[in-house]
Structures are given as C-alpha cells and as structure tokens.
C-alpha cells in the first residue's frame, strides 16, 4: 500500500466518483489511477467502490471504512509536514526516534 494510492481512492471519492476528474486534480494519467486503484485493491482483497461494468457506481461498505482510515491517514502526513516545516522555521533540528519516543 502506497500514500499515492490513498490520495487516488481520496480524489475519486471527492470527485463524485469520476476517475478521469479525479486524475485531472492530481495531474496524473487516468490509466494510472485506475490501476492504481485495482493494484489497491487486489493487495487488499476487497473492493472499495463498487461498479457498473467500469463505471463507479458507489461505495462499499468495506470501502467507507478504508477512504475513513486513509483520511486520517492522510490528515497525518499533513500534520507531519506542518510539524517539520515549523520545526525547520524554528530552526530546530528534532530527532524523530525521540519524537516518536522511540529512542
């Protein structure tokens, strides 16, 4: 599982669903978020939006729980950056084992 696919599974589900709108907010290919999308859920073993042929039709149970966990995933990256970016502002070198308290 990669961060790229988490944020791919986020864009489609904020662009009602259509994959081509969502490649097109993430300047990448529609091919390549389509397969993204199926490597995603292949490695999982389930689907996470449900079809019509190839068409997105909706969202499926086991799919709201992983686009939850991806969210709060996602909204920890950001929180990440915005820590190192103020960290760096400060000029503060921080280890992150002693951070994560993992020293």
Not at 31 to 57: M, T
Not at 75 to 82: C, E, F, H, S, Y
């Amino acid at each position: 599982m990669k961060l790229q696919q988490l944020r791919f599974i986020l864009a489609i589900k904020e662009c009602g669903l259509n994959i081509t709108q969502a490649s097109q907010r993430l300047y990448t290919s529609q091919p390549g978020v389509s397969k993204q999308l199926r490597l995603l859920e292949e490695e999982l073993g389930i689907e996470i939006f449900s079809r019509n042929g190839k068409a997105l039709v909706g969202v499926t149970e086991a799919g709201n729980v992983v686009l939850d966990k991806a969210q709060k995933i996602m909204d920890t990256v950001d929180d990440i950056k915005l820590f190192s970016k103020e960290s760096s502002d400060n000029n503060q070198h921080v280890s992150i084992a002693q951070y994560m308290n993992c020293a």
